[in-house]
Structures are given as structure tokens and as C-alpha cells.
């Protein structure tokens, strides 16, 4: 269950370059060098349990930073987040591979940076190395990869420790059609099995075909909370 | 958030991940690998010999200024290598920063893990040369340990508070590339500190790297512990740039997303 109540999240911009840091100096700790922008103001959302809930809204209206809210990256300025249950984040597919390195050795590399102990890291990697299907390739040094392969490497590290909560940040349409519809099959199982999904996306039949639920984001709060269908008509008709 | 994920088994093998990645892209596409990191002391030290020995030797008979100058070489490569890596760790890593749950002070631990793999690796070379110019083997050699110990404590609070507010103005970054080179001449590395005229002693004293540049002197060159008095500096310099360092950070980290 995830639980955010009254939230505001401001981001600390420094605007004034290298003029101000004597002010820095004489003012630390108490942020007046840095300006407050909010991105998400009053933000009350309640998701529960095994629901799949698709977040809408223009672009720079805030939904990535709700995502890394929710996946802990960015801690909110005011109000409560109250998250039960193990949460993974699919924020930036293939952030963080190093192309010198293999295949082998970037499954090591990305899982620790996801928080895994080496014991973890061992149990998934065969289940990793089917999943991507490279096969061979996973030998090879990641800057010989195609684009293809490379998102499906990224894609099967990040979504094989099964989660209580999957926060996906528009990552599904990775690689060729076949691809694809093992990821959406790989995330409807992770549903299936009771876990939550929130899901970031533009292409709004991705949204319909698995979500039951949508929230539309404007300006930074939220401007609608209902079916699919409902809050779709309303975030196209933003577009006229 | 910081002080209990240092206890947390994932987060020590992202970072013990993060540096032996460092170390695997650094050497993988050369042919002689670690020897590289000999090859830039080895060629300063021809060249201070040339130009520096006999000024060097003038103001102290008893000097062997080869060992002098190359033990004092490698340490200080390694201590400003070490800052400037600290120092950018989190631009460097700003697209994990942003998209990965890890607490980002693994970024300067894992660059000085990685900068301290890198000094241990070249040890081996080292020692072998150092052998060649008469560095007589003692007890003394086991104080690199704690001085390791104690000099990346204060490189990484040093690089993590000039690297914190790098995030903010990256003239820091500018700034600290500018003033290393001069640092390698205010601090008595390639020659002794006697050189320096009575009236400018104090000088010398209010550089902190002249401390930890002193301490390998007397490790290698001397074979000797370092001093009571030196190794109390030493530690308060890094207890002190380590705390300053962690509270800045911490003071300023919730901006790092929007900044990087």
C-alpha cells in the first residue's frame, strides 16, 4: 500500500552562478543562496494493494519526480509517504551499464547498485541471462551490443527481483515486437502475483490495456483520480 | 540515512562495485595496465633530479633525493588524484544519482576505494624501485597501513565537501585544478623543507598536505615512524575535514537532483 499525504516536493535551484558564494559562505545551512521551485504541491494519493495505476499529464508536469519520490530517490519537502512492501524502481532503463565491461560483470554492477547483496546477485543471474536472450553475447564487452540488446539487458536486470511495488518510468517498448510483449507479459505475471504497478506513460493504449485506475498530473498536483477512460478524455483534451 | 547505510551489505557492495568497475575500465584497453601509474613519478623524478638534486642535497648533506623525491611523488599523486576523484564523484555519477535508491555518498567511498586499490597495486613496482635506490627495508613500512588509513579519511572529507558544493558552482572543480599544481611546489615533496628560508617556515606549517607528505618522508626516506606530533595532526586534520565534509553534504545533498 502506498500512502502520500499532503505532499509538496520543492527542488533547490542555485541561480545566481559563482557571484553568490560569498553569501553561500556567510548563509549555510539555510538554503536563501538556493531558490524554492515546487514541482508537486498537496499531493494525497492513496493506492492499494494490486492495483495498477497509470499516471498522465504533460510533459515537466512532475510524474517522473512523483516516480522517484515514491522509489525514495527524492525525499519530499512536507508531508507523509507511507510505502509497505519492497519497491523497484524502472526510472532510467540502462542507467549506470558501463560498455567497457560485459554483460556478466554490468549484471554485478547494476544489481549492486540496486541495493543487492552478492548472494542475491547469484540467485537471479541465470534468471537474468535467459530473460535478456542474448544468449552468448552476455560475454561480450556491452559497447559491441545494438541498441536492442542493450535495453533488454537492462530490462531483465531491473525487473527480475519481483517487487511489491513496480514504478515504471516509460521503459516497456524496449526492444523488437517480441521483446516488448515479453516485458508486458513479464509485468502483467509481477500483477498477478498481487503486486502494486504504477506506470508513466505517453502512449496512452499501454495505459488502458493494464491499468485499472489513472491520475492526471498538471502543474504539479493532481487534477483528476478516476478510470481509465475518465481521466483519459480529460488529459487529451489538455491537447486542444 | 548515511550512518546506517555504511552498515547495510548492499549498500558496501554497491560501493565495493562501483570501485572495481572504476578499476576494470581504467586498465582495460592498456597494454601495461598498473604501470602506468609508475610511469608519470618515474618521469617527474628524472626530471627534479636534473634540475632540483643539487639545491636538494646543499641544504642537507645525509639526503638521498631520489628516494626523497619518489616517495614523495607517488603519495602526492595519489592524495591529489584522490581529491579530484572524490571531488567529482557525484557529476560523474549523476544519472545513477537520479534514477538508482542509493545513498549517494557511495560515490566519493567508492572513488577512494578505488583510488586506494590503485596505490596498493602499484606498491609492488614500487617497492622494486625503491629498492634500486638504496631504500633499506624496515618495521617502519607497516605505518603505511594506518597512514593509508588516515590520509583517504581526510581526502574523502576534503573531496566530499569541495565536491558537494562543485555541485552547486563547478567553478570548485575549476578552481581545485588550478591551485594542485601549486600545491606541489608550496609543500616540501620533491625537496626538503630546510630549503625553505627561516622566515617562511610558518608558511610551510599552515599546509595541511605538508603534514601527510612529511609522514612518507619518514616512512621511506628516514625509516622511521612517522612523529607522535605529526601523526596527531594528521589525525585531527581528518577527523576534522571529514566531519566538515559529512555535515556539508549533508546539509546540501537534498538539491543534488536538481543541480546535477
Known sequence: ?240 | MSLTSITNKGFTNAVVSLAVKTLKVRYKNSLIGIFWSMLNPLLFLVILYIVFSQFAKGSDASLNYPLYALSGLIFWNFISASILQVLTSFIDNGDILKSVNLDPIAFPFASMLAAIFNLFLSFIPFLAILYFLDYQLSWSILAVIPYVLITSVFVTGLGMLLGTLNVYFRDIQLLWTTLMPAFFYFTPIAYPPSLIPEKFQWLIKINPFYFFIDAVHQIFHDGEFPSMENSMVMIGLAVGCYLLGYFVFMRLRKGFISNI
Request: a neutral charge.
Open chain 1, 1 to 240: 500500500m502506498i500512502k502520500l499525504s499532503d505532499v509538496d516536493i520543492a527542488f533547490h535551484i542555485q541561480e545566481n552562478g559563482f557571484v553568490s558564494l560569498k553569501d553561500f559562505a556567510l548563509n549555510l545551512g539555510k538554503h536563501s543562496f538556493l531558490k524554492k521551485k515546487y514541482i508537486l504541491k498537496d499531493i494525497d494519493l492513496e493506492i492499494y494493494e494490486g492495483e495498477c495505476v497509470g499516471l498522465l499529464g504533460k510533459n515537466g508536469s512532475g510524474k517522473s519526480t512523483l516516480l522517484r519520490t515514491l522509489s525514495g530517490i527524492i525525499i519530499p519537502t512536507k508531508g507523509k509517504i507511507d510505502i509497505r512492501g519492497s519497491v523497484a524502481p524502472l526510472l532510467g532503463l540502462g542507467v549506470g551499464l558501463e560498455k567497457e565491461l560485459n554483460g556478466i560483470e554490468n549484471i554485478k554492477l547494476l544489481c549492486a547498485l540496486m541495493g543487492m547483496t552478492k548472494k542475491e546477485i547469484k540467485d537471479l543471474m541465470p534468471g537474468i541471462i535467459e530473460f535478456s536472450e542474448l544468449g552468448d553475447a552476455v560475454n561480450w564487452q556491452v559497447k559491441r551490443y545494438s541498441t536492442g540488446m542493450t535495453s533488454r539487458l537492462a530490462f531483465s536486470i531491473a525487473i527480475m527481483k519481483n517487487p511489491d511495488i513496480l514504478l515504471i518510468d516509460e521503459v516497456l517498448s524496449v526492444g523488437d515486437i517480441g521483446f516488448q510483449r515479453k516485458c508486458q507479459r513479464k509485468v502483467e505475471e509481477i500483477m498477478s502475483n498481487g503486486a502494486t504497478v504504477i506506470f508513466v506513460s505517453h502512449a496512452f493504449e499501454e495505459v488502458q490495456r493494464m491499468c485499472n485506475r489513472a491520475v492526471l498530473i498538471n502543474e504539479g498536483s493532481i487534477q483528476l483520480d478516476g478510470t481509465v477512460d475518465e481521466v483519459g478524455k480529460h488529459y487529451h483534451s489538455l491537447f486542444d
